[in-house]
């Protein structure tokens, strides 16, 4: 998938829109309990290309986000994803390409990152 396919695709943008909170300080404030800065951190600490060569970084990456998503829903009931947005991230991530693996996590961090206009 080229990396313009990515930010365009519908299960993409809904997943980085329910991980965007977790960058915001307001958001933080309005959710003390959340443990998404951890989450967080831990999934970026393995977003890779050298660590996604391992296929157990990617399952790594993979669970990090889950787990991030679940927080940040769990902590937010405004914010929400589908079975297929999940379905479709875990089948980009078992995709036999660390290099896409890895943009495509990239991807996923900066795009949730960018700020709301």
């Known amino acids: 998938m080229e990396y313009y396919a990515f930010v365009t695709n519908d299960h993409f943008r809904q997943l ?3 991980i965007r909170p977790a960058y915001s300080p307001d958001w933080q404030n309005h959710h003390p309990k959340s443990d ?24 790594l990456f993979s669970t990090r986000i889950c787990q991030l998503l679940v ?17 479709w ?4 991530m078992s995709e036999d390409d660390p290099a896409a693996c ?13 700020p709301i206009r």
């Open 71 to 87: 927080a940040m829903v769990r902590a937010d009931d405004s914010l929400s994803y589908a079975a297929a947005d999940l379905d």
């Open 16 to 18: 980085a829109s329910v």
């Open 36 to 59: 998404s800065q951890f989450l967080l951190a831990q999934a970026r600490d393995v977003a890779t290309e050298e660590a996604f060569s391992r296929g157990t970084s990617r399952d």
């Open 89 to 92: 991230f875990i089948t980009q």
């Open 102 to 114: 890895a943009a495509m996590s990239s991807l996923l961090l900066a795009y949730a990152s960018a």
